[in-house]
T-cell receptor, first 114, second 112 residues
Framework: EPEVTQTPSHQVTQMGQEVILRCVPI?????FYWYRQILGQKVEFLVS????????KSEIFDDQFSVERPDGSNFTLKIRSTKLEDSAMYFC????????????FGPGTRLLVL | GESVGLHLPTLSVQEGDNSIINCAYS??????FIWYKQESGKGPQFIID?????DKRQGQRVTVLLNKTVKHLSLQIAATQPGDSAVYFC???????????FGTGTLLAVQP
């Protein structure tokens, strides 16, 4: 069964450094998402992406964040200058088409900012 | 504002019993609801979903009930197994957006 994959599984970085989190959505899916989950808290929406552009973003997704689909398979989340409060699990999700609502999640990347 | 919350933060059941996990939501404009299971260190795993034009949907060992009158969603798991132990999240989608809004989660602990 096709799955969303994410790399790396864990990332440790120094405050102020840039990180890129990578995702490979399910191959025939058209809608892509990033969510984050701070330890012990609920999953929060960051951004949605469709047709090579951001379709929606939350207030969390400020100028330090960007997303890109550099080729036909990868979907990346970049944090330009990480802050301590960016430490969280970051989940990528994808959805097939507008008539199919279900979002399928990857295993996540655990980001720790020191 | 919109919010999704859970009545019970933890639920402990005996193996073989039925489990019921509840969720309250406040956004009347939500048109789609979904239950996810999250095991430790893993991403949310789809369990079952339901659209707002339905009030019940059944899957394998799971049933989701939607009561739009009181804005309540529940997940029923039949014959609960140790492998069902996880955190269960409900999530809603507003009809005007693509994003999912998650509840705080309920920890289901299955006792052998």
């Amino acid at each position: 069964e096709p799955e969303v994959t994410q790399t790396p599984s864990h990332q440790v970085t120094q405050m102020g450094q840039e990180v890129i989190l990578r995702c490979v959505p399910i191959s025939n899916h058209l809608y892509f998402y990033w969510y984050r989950q701070i330890l012990g808290q609920k999953v929060e929406f960051l951004v949605s992406f469709y047709n090579n552009e951001i379709s929606e973003k939350s207030e969390i997704f400020d100028d330090q964040f960007s997303v890109e689909r550099p080729d036909g398979s990868n979907f990346t989340l970049k944090i330009r200058s990480t802050k301590l409060e960016d430490s969280a699990m970051y989940f990528c999700a994808s959805r097939r088409q507008s008539s199919q609502e279900t979002q399928y999640f990857g295993p996540g990347t655990r980001l720790l900012v020191l | 504002g919109e919010s999704v919350g859970l009545h019970l933060p933890t639920l402990s059941v005996q193996e073989g019993d039925n489990s019921i996990i509840n969720c309250a939501y406040s956004n009347s404009a939500s048109d789609y609801f979904i239950w996810y299971k999250q095991e430790s260190g893993k991403g949310p795993q789809f369990i079952i979903d339901i659209r707002s034009n339905m009030d019940k949907r059944q899957g394998q060992r799971v049933t989701v009930l939607l009561n739009k009158t009181v804005k309540h969603l529940s997940l029923q798991i039949a014959a609960t197994q140790p492998g069902d132990s996880a955190v269960y999240f409900c999530a809603e989608k507003d009809g005007a957006t693509n994003k999912l809004i998650f509840g705080t989660g309920t920890l289901l602990a299955v006792q052998p």
